[in-house]
């Protein structure tokens, strides 16, 4: 692991992730830019003292000689740190699970597809909403065209605790993700509207062409933007909405994603994950659940309870671990892996991440105009 | 009332709306453009045959001269109809209680506030979503600052049952809304979309600076617009989106509204119209109930129930009628109305919904750049 | 109609409700139990002043005599006067709505049920919640077996207004209702208690045989029951559970029915009236809407208004008033009623509620033993 | 370990939780009462040969002796072992984590309390739903008498799983849990009727005194009960009632509990487990989210991530393991243990939990009579 240090949210999500099903052990670190803290950390966390990295080259070039050296990196640091630590590990030959946005320019992004392509190596992204198992239900019905063509699609990712200047507090969180230097040019965009787009090109499995967006920095004197709404246009010719807020107060964690064909209508929740709602045409609207009647296989192939029991985020987020040990064994094994592991976000997901961000900046800088994503 | 015979279904609630608070009682009507059915449905309201007329014109001149003539007429004709009978009551001197959009184009809205200014009359206008007390809650408490300054905007109104060409089929409703000749050259914008601009701009009290519209006809060879989505930008500086759909299979009749601003956020779904969503910065969010905690003098007004006995669209449509006639027994006693019965939509408010059909339609036919409503 | 003076909540209800669907019209009335009160009172209803009744008697002796004498009287007094007035009225020879319950004694129930017999009049009983259109199409889902086999059965009825000793207070409606000799021995059991078991029978069209009861007075000095929690056994072997209370803080009017058979469960809440979960085995839970998909006929006949329109208590109320019109121009016409009004509560359901409420006190007297419902 | 081997449901799920926190590794098992299945099955989770034992008695007589030995075993067999496994390791010094119910006699749970405190062990119950957060928040509110004194406790916890006889098609999960010789005399109420009566126990803090319970066979042919309606009379003198079934069809696993005092009423439900109905008397409803505002110390100790990040099942199953290791590392650091880890139910909890077991089944017995439970 690169970055996850002490006051860091994601890295503690990462290795419960990597933990929960039994596929993974962390073994090296280098969880802080500072070489002190990140070797301290490192003990806390009982990794051996001599794979306790005090700076992430160092770990790269060393991981590779041992005899169980390992398998994956997971990156997850600040955006601007993405790119060379990424670049790094994949020269060394290490596969990678990174952070999102995969970078903070396109131009990086594409520079970091050769390099992986070049080395083949399995690289994974985590956009961690595909790991929930009613996505990956929604996907596979909209797959099996149980939805039929996709007209409407309506994303939105909203939260509130930046609905107040608190990186002028100090707050960590709130202090990269707000500075363009560390986090890139988009603040609420990169941060979760990249999560959204990921979510509905995953789920309608659609090419977005373009799209005219309208970025506002809401909080005065704020560096980024904190609140973004965009209109889409896919090549298949369906429309879609995407709202993007970190000012939304009330609104905790709320990714909702909403399609509609002319077959039928689904609608998912993230604060609700474990169920999806199916209108079908003529018929009443329906409730599946995971694990219940109508759960498909993609939804089975990540669930790990019963109807009822309630799985979230950290399961969610397991699954794109246990897809990602999966593809390492299978290569290792020099077998094909299991097709539902194959859903897990790569590379190129990044990358069509970079060009959405890329366009709906360039649109809300000629005010709103239409920007091809392709 | 003039329309709103056999098939209609808006005539119907009118009539049930009016009835309800027994402030007024049906006695002349003209329900059809067909003179013959027109008497007889009249007849079958028992409505007495010499005010059961065969044509509107006729009604708006015989009914001025009678020691009980109509105190106001409801126009619930099909929408290119609204001007030419609009008119010829206010000439008449009849106060008028109008089905929206006021007319097909901007131009006859225009006349008509003229003509109205010049009579001097009452012109209510069937916004009927304004008449749910937890709309008039809403409104009083962004009036009070309790949401603070208001930041983003996001309304939507979405039906599903466009989703296939019933108009083909000869639903009554279906044709006249899909044939530009009788709806006005907006489809599902000016059915629907109007309410939903509307709402937004009679909760929160700003005026709509400029849109930029995606206008799209899904159902193929339909002529008029079926799904539309827009950006807002309000004159405050808040932003905004605007989506309607008669195509979103699984959408009844969602009417919902999110509005957030700097110290407050707050939700209200018209399908379960007796509560609202509250969240304060720094607070659980709170579910306001219709006569329940927390319930201010607007929602009081609008009220006949405690809470927990649920109100409805009925209710809601025949508090515009109460507004209505206490706006009339006011003129006609000398004396000042009820402030809260002065919340009925008016002709003013029908010329804002033109220019934002205006404002969309040009939009859109220009790639959806942004245009002035003002 | 005779009660619902001034600071009445159910006499104004029963009003709207006999409006709204323009089949009835409120002529004559005697609407307190003070004369000059009574006169007042009615003259502002625009009632005749001949018709503006100072006794019931009077009034009940009156109104045959005349060419256009009242089709029906509204009893809408506090409990301990239902079997006077409703036996004058009989006995007179006019049709009966009467609130619930019935009379204050089984005793008194089962005189008025020899007096409508011998008389053959009509006898209409205001538990209003069956004229939602949700439980109409619960009751004819059971009749036809959509549920299989009823095993269980749990109903609730919840309020909070009497969390405090709001009697104390003078407040009109607390007064009445928790003084026995206004309301009988029940409290909350014959308030709302009864609308709980009446739900339950009316929608299984199951017959309980015995109750194991345990009345509780929760507040201090309260001189009858508000809470009651009653084990229910019915005559086909099914079980059940009923829990009425007006101390459960945070329940509006908390009207909530759960059915479970050998093919389905079903799920109704009265906040939400509009929807009716539907699970059948093996199936994902669907949500039927009034007018929706899957509605049926017992639901569409008290529907007035498309899916997302709400429509309310006073709608369903309304419907109840439908149901006898329909039975009253039956009559009139020597025709057959309609099937569907014959749903219309009558005094047989009141004898039934009189025998629950004698069973459930006993029972409670005798420290929860069962105690025979027939 | 000991049971939990291929095709148990509850050992995977214990196995996660304990790895969830990082505060456990699984180094020792017995997985089945087949020996070669046991070691197979250890085997297959990593498990050292040496410590893949073939039967409990070995494990309990190895395990002390070795310098890295158990610190905790984890009883996770069918009910009619537990007594058994528990008081093997307990007397061979071991602390223990067990499966509810204790056992399936009162007899022999008041023996292992005996042999516990004997040998001064912890001695865990997985009443696991106590591990939720927002179980812990209430069982706090309710401490600091938010709710003010508790008049009505209803609890349910309802299934659907056993609405047909599936234990004769041979599935697992159904065979013992419906073979009294397995599962104890006691079917549903055993299996999570205990559950629901130790959720409504540790919130309120209250001791239950007397039940009077009706269970009922319903699937014909069953060999234990599959629904159970209780009354329930608290010390304090408030009532209750608690549903348990498992032939409630759309049920999955609807554990709900509502509490009502003369401050504020709270409702929660299992499958929504992030958050928290709170209703203070003269106040809105509002919802408190794990994480958010007004979740207080309680609610964070047992959380991992910020509102809005869905926890469920297993999380909260974690926060067992937790507590447990906590305690675990106090003791043997000689110090106290953080007091939020004393909430871990324990061996007192299973007395409790078999006294209303058997409190309920003498009741039923006796035709619903009050029997004490103390």
């Known amino acids: 692991m690169v970055g996850g240090g002490p006051g860091a949210f994601i890295g503690a999500v990462h290795r419960m992730a990597a933990r929960l099903d039994d596929r993974f052990e962390l073994v090296a ?65 290490i596969n990678v699970m990174c952070e999102k946005p995969l970078t903070t320019t396109l131009q990086d992004a ?30 596979q019905m909209l797959a099996e065209r149980e939805i039929g063509d996709v007209r409407v699609v309506q994303v939105e990712y909203t939260q509130e605790w930046l609905a107040t200047p608190i990186e002028k507090t100090g707050q960590k969180q709130a202090v ?29 499995g659609l090419k977005c062409q373009e799209v005219a967006a309208d970025l506002s920095t809401i909080v005065p004197n704020r560096r980024v ?12 010719g369906a429309r879609g909405m995407l709202w993007t807020s970190q000012v939304a107060v009330g609104n905790q964690n709320n990714l909702r994603l909403r399609i509609y064909g002319d077959r039928a209508g689904i ?31 993609a939804a089975a192939h990540a669930s790990r309870l019963p ?23 299978a290569r290792q094994a020099a077998r094909p892996a299991d097709s ?18 890329s366009a709906a900046l360039e649109s809300s800088q000629r005010n709103s105009a239409w920007i091809s994503v392709t």
């Open 340 to 357: 539902s592991a194959l859903l897990l976000p790569d590379i190129r997901d990044g990358v069509e991440g970079m060009r959405f961000i």
């Open 225 to 236: 933007d904190d609140n973004v709404q965009v209109l889409l246009r896919f090549e298949s």
């Open 267 to 297: 609608e998912w929740s993230q604060e609700e994950p474990d169920c999806l709602w199916f209108s079908a045409l003529g018929k009443p609207p329906m409730m599946i659940h995971r694990s219940g009647p109508a759960a498909n296989a």
């Open 29 to 93: 670190a280098c969880l802080s830019s500072d070489p002190e803290r990140s070797r301290t950390a490192a003990l806390d966390l009982h990794i051996a003292p001599e794979r306790a990295y005090g700076n992430f080259r160092e770990m790269a070039s060393t991981e590779p000689g041992k005899a169980d050296g390992i398998d994956v990196v997971s990156i997850v640091t600040p955006n601007h740190l993405h790119y060379a630590v990424a670049k790094a590990f994949l020269e060394a030959g």
């Open 110 to 139: 594409l520079d970091l597809v050769e390099v992986a392509r070049r080395r083949r190596l399995i690289f994974g992204l985590a956009h961690n909403y595909t790991g929930y198992p009613m996505v990956r239900q929604a996907r």
């Open 176 to 204: 990269w993700r707000t500075d363009p230097l560390q986090s890139g040019p988009a603040g609420c965009l990169g941060d979760i509207g990249s999560h959204a787009f990921n979510l509905a090109c995953f789920v309608t």
């Open 307 to 329: 109807a009822g029991h309630p799985e979230g985020y950290i399961e969610a987020f397991a699954q794109l671990y246990s897809d990602l040990a999966e593809q390492i064994c």
